[in-house]
């Protein structure tokens, strides 16, 4: 049993990620990449500074990771990716505006 389950899993992999790999599966991968990178920036930044921070740079791997996730989402047809991409995308962009507005303010954003 343990055997069956365990090629099916494997089966199920390569028909997922060899056999249908095109442009738009590379495409989506990079994309789910840039858009998980900005934890990683977060995560440097705050361990840098001692706290909890988060750089311009969150927001910017947001925003492109965000931008390449809904194109995916809009070639491939997902109705999920879309609605959650184009509005999680919205909130990028105002935090980005937030930010450039207040620059020479104090600001929540570590500028590095």
Known sequence: MIIHYGQALSDY???V?????DF????????????TARFLVQWIASERAGNSVVP???WFCSMGGGLMTLVYGV??????IILGQAL???????NIMLIIKNRG????????
């Not at 990620?17 to 790999?21: I, P």
């Not at 070639?75 to 999920?80: S, Y």
């Not at 303010?105 to 590095?112: C, G, V």
Request: a positive charge.
């Open 13 to 15: 992999l390569y028909d």
């Open 17 to 21: 990620f060899v056999a249908k790999f």
């Open 24 to 35: 738009w599966l590379a495409f989506g991968l990079v994309a789910q990449l840039f858009f």
């Open 56 to 58: 311009m740079a969150f």
């Open 75 to 80: 070639v491939k047809r997902e109705p999920v």
């Open 88 to 94: 999680a995308t919205i909130i990028y962009i105002r």
């Open 105 to 112: 303010r104090a600001s929540k954003t570590l500028e590095r």
